[in-house]
């Protein structure tokens, strides 16, 4: 099947330093992406959309200016966690979905559990 | 808008008893219905899905019925495992292809032996 990985699986900052994470589709090509953010206990929550070659779009909350989504090729995209603060503490999950006539569903990658300190 | 309402739990079971997760929709058009289990510490992955009405999809002993009528696509098992103990969420995307998932709120599901 297809396959989806993150990168890092979890990372530990200090609060006000920036943190990048990965997200890349293995064997298929993904024109879209999305990041989640999952609190303890508790469904996950779609934070943008990211195509490829063109501006994330956000959902309603989330700041673009502190999520930075790059999605800069075809099996890559990175979301970039700004001045990150305690309350940035999550597990953030990505997921990728084949061009629109492919497979209709979308492949999650393990997650990236960041905790800022 | 689209929204996916499951039964809140944890649910608790005896190594081979049955499992049923009641799983209720609401959506404005056409939906495609899934399953995600997420095991401690890991990322989401597909059980099942469906994607029209009085589909059934069926995963690993797991199934589940699009029921329109009654906007519903309930999880079971007939014998459940130690390993099934996992969180289980429910989602829907609005027709097939290229759509975002809404997720339930998940169901964590805890089997002793």
């Known amino acids: 099947g297809a396959v989806v990985s993150q990168h890092p699986s979890w990372v530990i900052c200090k609060s006000g330093t920036s943190v990048k994470i990965e997200c890349r589709s293995l064997?298929?090509?993904?024109?879209?992406m999305f990041w989640y953010r999952q609190f303890p206990k508790q469904s996950l929550m779609l934070m943008a959309t990211?195509?490829?070659?063109?501006?994330?779009?956000?959902e309603q909350g989330v700041e673009k200016d502190k999520f930075l989504i790059n999605h800069a090729s075809l099996t890559l995209s990175t979301l970039t966690v700004t001045s990150a603060h305690p309350e940035d503490s999550s597990f953030y999950i990505c997921?990728?979905?084949?061009?629109?006539?492919?497979?209709?569903?979308?492949?999650f990658g393990p997650g990236t559990r960041l905790t800022v300190l | 808008g689209n929204s996916v309402t499951q039964m809140e739990g944890p649910v608790t079971l005896s190594e081979e008893a049955f499992l049923t997760i009641n799983c209720t929709y609401t959506?404005?058009?056409?939906?495609?219905l899934f399953w995600y289990v997420q095991y401690p510490g890991e990322g989401l992955q597909l059980l099942l899905k469906?994607?029209?009405?009085?589909d059934k999809g069926s995963n690993k002993g797991f199934e589940a019925t699009y029921r329109k009528e009654t906007t519903s696509f309930h999880l079971e098992k007939g014998s459940v495992q130690v390993s099934d103990s996992a969180v289980y969420f429910c989602?829907?995307?609005?027709?097939?292809?290229?759509?975002?998932?809404?997720f339930g709120k998940g169901t964590m599901l805890l089997v002793s032996p």
């Open positions: 064997d298929f090509q993904a024109t879209t």
């Open positions: 997921s990728a979905q084949p061009p629109a006539g492919g497979m209709d569903e979308q492949f």
């Open positions: 990211s195509n490829e070659g063109s501006k994330a779009t956000y």
């Open positions: 469906a994607t029209k009405a009085d």
């Open positions: 989602a829907l995307t609005e027709g097939s292809g290229y759509s975002t998932l809404t």
């Open positions: 959506a404005t058009g056409y939906p495609s």
